[in-house]
């Protein structure tokens, strides 16, 4: 019985979602007058589109990373500095800390 109301009710879902909505012949054909136009107007902004100021923009947006790349180059260098000291200060006093020890 159970089975039985499970498969009409999955049934009834199938169906129900299975159907199509009513199209409007409007809203399916395409007016192509429209989409020429619209692809005209596309072409006319994409040349009237100056190809020196693009280029302006490019030049100082590449400038402008290159200056934070070496800036971030230079921080790593020198945080790369500071614990080789930090190192090479720790290693001097593991080594003086041998002799004193050997002395004794």
Known sequence: ??????????ALS????GQTDSITVDKRILNTDSLVE??????????SIKPDDNYIDIDRNMRYIQEIQKKNEAKKRR???????????????LVIGWRRKGKK
Request: aromatic share 0%; net charge positive.
């Open 1 to 10: 019985m159970k089975r039985l109301l499970l498969l009409s009710i999955l």
């Open 14 to 17: 199938l169906a129900s979602h």
């Open 38 to 47: 619209k692809t005209k107007r596309l072409k006319d902004s994409i040349s």
């Open 79 to 93: 945080n790369a500095i500071v614990r080789i000291s930090i190192g090479l200060a720790l290693l001097v006093l």
